[in-house]
C-alpha cells in the first residue's frame, strides 16, 4: 500500500522558517503531480503549492515570494521550504501526490499531515 509520511512541522516563530518533507513509500510505479495542501482548524483544506507532472510549479498567492516547493525523485521525496512564516500559517500541512504504483493503478494519495505552529 501507498503510503505518505509528512515531517518537519514544528513550532516557529514569526518570520522563521521550516523545511517540511514528504517521503513516498511503497509498490510505486511512478509520481507525476505532487502538491502540498494545509487545512487550520474551522477552515477548508487550501492548496499550497503543487507541481505538475510537467515540472511546472503553482502557488497560492500567500504563498507566493515565501514557500518554495521541490523534489527528489529518486527518493520519492517532496519538499516545502516555508520562509517568512506568518501566524496565518499555522494549519496541519498535508502532502498529495498522483501515483502509479502496483496495486492500484493512478490514484492521488495524502499524508497525515505535520503540525506547522507560528506563534512567538
Known amino acids: 500500500q501507498v503510503q505518505l509520511v509528512e515531517s518537519g512541522g514544528g513550532q516557529v516563530q514569526p518570520g522563521g522558517s521550516l523545511r517540511l518533507s514528504c517521503v513516498a513509500s511503497?509498490?510505486?510505479?511512478?509520481?507525476?503531480?505532487t502538491r502540498w495542501e494545509r487545512q487550520a482548524p474551522g477552515k477548508q483544506r487550501e492548496m499550497v503549492a503543487l507541481i505538475r507532472g510537467n515540472g511546472a510549479s503553482e502557488y497560492a498567492n500567500f504563498a507566493k515570494g515565501r514557500f518554495t516547493m521541490s523534489k527528489d525523485n529518486s527518493k520519492n521525496t517532496v519538499y516545502l521550504q516555508m520562509n517568512d512564516l506568518k501566524p496565518e500559517d499555522t494549519a496541519v500541512y498535508y502532502c498529495?501526490?498522483?501515483?502509479?504504483?502496483?496495486?492500484?493503478?493512478?490514484?492521488?494519495?495524502w499524508g497525515q499531515g505535520t503540525q506547522v505552529d507560528v506563534a512567538s
Open positions: 498529495a501526490a498522483t501515483i502509479r504504483d502496483v496495486d492500484r493503478g493512478v490514484n492521488n494519495y
Open positions: 511503497g509498490r510505486i510505479l511512478g509520481i507525476s503531480a
